[in-house]
C-alpha cells in the first residue's frame, strides 16, 4: 500500500464539522420540548447526540487514517454481515418496534441501531468493489449488471419489510448514480429505472397507508387533522421563517405540534427558527460537500477509490435532497433523516465512517 500524497481534503472535513454543530445545536432546539415532557429533562437527546457525535467524530478520525484499498478485501464479508443483520430484523423478539416499523436492533433509546444504516455503507464499498473488478463487462447485461441488480433488489427488499420505502429507495438511487459511474449502458439503465418505477409503484398500492401518504401528499389538507397533518405542520414551521427566523430556540411548531421535529423533520424547525439565511447556509454546505465528495471521486488514482468515493457522496446527498423534499412538500412523507443534523446515533456514526473513508482517499488523489 503506497503512502499517502498528502493531508486529507482540509474544506470537506470542516463542511462536515459545521454540518455537525448545526446539526447539535437544532437538535437540542427542536427536541427541548419533547425531551422534558417525556423524559422529565430537556437535554436527554441533546446528551446521546453529543456522545454519538463524539464517537463518530473519532471514528472518522480512525478510518481517515486507514488505507481505503483494504476494503476490497473486506468488501464481501462486510456486506454479508449487513445482510444478517437485516436478517435479524425478520425475527420476531429481535428488532425493536417503534410506530409499526422493526428498524432497529438494541436495548434502550442509546444502545439501539438500525441495521439499514450499515446495508448502506456496506452496499457502496460492495458495489465499488464489484464494479471495479468487471469494468469491461458493465455495459453487458448478464455479466456485468446482474449481479449488482440482484444484490441491491434483495437489500432493498429487506428493508421494505421493516418496512422502509424511503431507505430503499434512497439505497435504489444511490446504486443507480454509481452504475451509470461506472460506465453502464444509459439504455439499460433507464429501462431498469422504469421496472424500478413500477414496482416501487406497486409497494405503494400494496400498502393502504402509503396510497394515504400519496394522496395526502398531492393534497395535504384534505385530511388535515390526519395524513396531511405533519406536512401542513412543516409547511408552516417553513413558511413562518421568512428571511431570518424566529430566533434560535423561538420557534413554535417544536411545542408538540410537528411530529418527529428532532428527527425526520427537524429541517423545518431549523426554517423557522433560522428563516431562509439558515436554511440556504445548510443547502450551501451540503452542495460545497458535493463538489469536493465528487472532485475526489474524479481524481482518484483508481477505479475503487473513484466509484467507493462517489458511492459514499451520492448516498449523503441524495439522502439530505430526499429529506428536504419531504419537509418542503416536495415528495410523499418518508421515514428518512437529515445527515449529520437529525437525531440518531446509527446514522450520525455510519455517515462519519463512510466520511472517513472518503477523506482518507482524498490523502491519495492527484493533484
Request: one cysteine or more.
Amino acid at each position: 500500500m503506497k503512502k499517502p500524497r498528502s493531508g486529507p481534503d482540509f474544506i470537506l472535513f470542516i463542511i462536515v464539522l459545521l454540518l455537525i454543530t448545526v446539526g447539535i445545536v437544532m437538535v437540542y432546539s427542536s427536541s427541548y420540548v419533547y425531551a422534558q415532557v417525556t423524559y422529565a429533562d430537556g437535554a436527554h437527546y441533546l446528551k446521546n447526540q453529543l456522545v454519538w457525535a463524539l464517537l463518530g467524530i473519532v471514528g472518522m478520525i480512525v478510518v481517515m487514517n486507514i488505507n481505503y484499498k483494504i476494503y476490497q478485501k473486506w468488501a464481501y464479508p462486510f456486506f454479508g454481515l449487513a445482510v444478517i443483520l437485516l436478517l435479524l430484523l425478520l425475527v420476531p423478539g429481535v428488532g425493536i418496534t417503534i410506530k409499526d416499523a422493526t428498524r432497529w436492533i438494541g436495548v434502550g433509546d442509546f444502545a439501539s441501531f438500525q441495521p439499514s444504516e450499515i446495508a448502506k455503507l456496506a452496499l457502496v464499498i460492495f458495489l465499488a468493489k464489484y464494479l471495479s473488478k468487471r469494468q469491461d463487462h458493465v455495459k453487458q447485461f448478464f455479466r456485468g449488471l446482474a449481479i449488482p441488480l440482484l444484490v441491491v433488489g434483495g437489500v432493498c427488499l429487506l428493508i421494505l419489510k421493516q418496512p422502509d420505502l424511503g431507505t430503499a429507495a434512497t439505497i435504489a438511487g444511490t446504486a443507480f448514480l454509481m452504475l451509470l459511474a461506472a460506465g453502464a449502458n444509459i439504455g439499460q439503465l433507464g429501462f431498469l429505472g422504469l421496472i424500478g418505477g413500477g414496482l416501487a409503484a406497486a409497494a405503494i398500492f400494496m400498502e393502504p397507508y402509503r396510497m394515504r401518504r400519496i394522496m395526502a401528499f398531492r393534497d395535504p389538507w384534505s385530511d388535515p387533522l390526519g395524513k396531511g397533518f405533519q406536512t401542513i405542520q412543516a409547511l408552516l414551521a417553513v413558511g413562518s421563517g421568512r428571511v431570518f427566523g424566529a430566533g434560535l430556540g423561538q420557534g413554535r411548531q417544536k411545542f408538540l405540534y410537528l411530529p418527529e421535529q428532532h428527527t425526520d423533520f427537524i429541517f423545518a424547525v431549523l426554517a423557522e427558527e433560522l428563516g431562509f439565511i439558515g436554511t440556504t447556509f445548510v443547502l450551501l454546505l451540503f452542495l460545497v460537500f458535493m463538489w469536493r465528495g465528487l472532485k475526489i471521486a474524479i481524481k482518484a488514482p483508481d477505479s475503487f477509490g473513484a466509484l467507493l468515493a462517489a458511492g459514499i457522496t451520492i448516498m449523503v446527498v441524495l439522502q439530505a435532497l430526499v429529506n428536504i423534499g419531504v419537509v418542503t412538500g416536495c415528495l410523499p412523507v418518508t421515514g428518512i433523516t437529515l445527515p449529520f443534523i437529525s437525531y440518531g446515533g446509527s446514522s450520525l456514526t455510519l455517515n462519519l465512517l463512510g466520511i472517513g473513508i472518503l477523506l482518507n482517499i482524498s490523502r491519495y488523489v492527484e493533484e
